[in-house]
């Protein structure tokens, strides 16, 4: 499990795995000595805090994928910074997104030949429990894309 982690990310390191009936729960962090604020630049090796995202990921053997990220706040240092605090940057997700990349990606693929209303019972069917509203979300941004 630790492999598809890294193959997100290579400093995300897994905490715990839940493996339930239908989904399996990764808990995850980071670990890097310090993180680059997105406002200025500067690096931080201080820790305000730690909150939980929840991302969606491919799902394994038939089973939806959760992973429970431990994201980390730090402080920044730089007193020119107009921010105090920042959150750490991950790259396989969008800033507010809910949802892996690649994960996204698969959505796209299976939406793309079908309606709406059909891609979202195939989805829904052990990859990802998503509305219609999102699958029209996730095709709309494709084409403003391209
Ligand atoms: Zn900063």
Not at 72 to 96: P, Q
Not at 112 to 130: D, H, L, T
């Amino acid at each position: 499990m630790e492999e598809l982690l890294k193959s997100l990310d290579s400093d995300l390191v897994l905490i715990e795995a839940v493996v339930g009936e239908e989904t399996i729960e990764l808990h995850a962090k980071r670990e890097t000595d310090e993180e680059t604020c997105p406002y200025c630049g500067a690096t931080s090796k201080s820790v305000h805090s730690v909150y939980r995202k929840t991302i969606s990921d491919l799902p394994i053997q038939e089973k939806m994928v959760k992973i429970i990220l431990h994201k980390r706040l730090f402080f920044c240092r730089n007193t020119d910074c107009s921010r105090a605090l920042f959150s750490e940057t991950l790259s396989f997700v969008d800033r507010y997104g809910r949802r892996t990349n690649r994960l996204t990606k698969k959505i796209k693929e299976i939406a793309m030949n079908m309606s709406a209303r059909s891609a979202k019972k195939v989805v829904n069917e052990g990859i990802s429990n998503i509305s219609d509203d999102t699958i029209l979300r996730i095709l709309k941004k494709t084409t403003d894309h391209s």
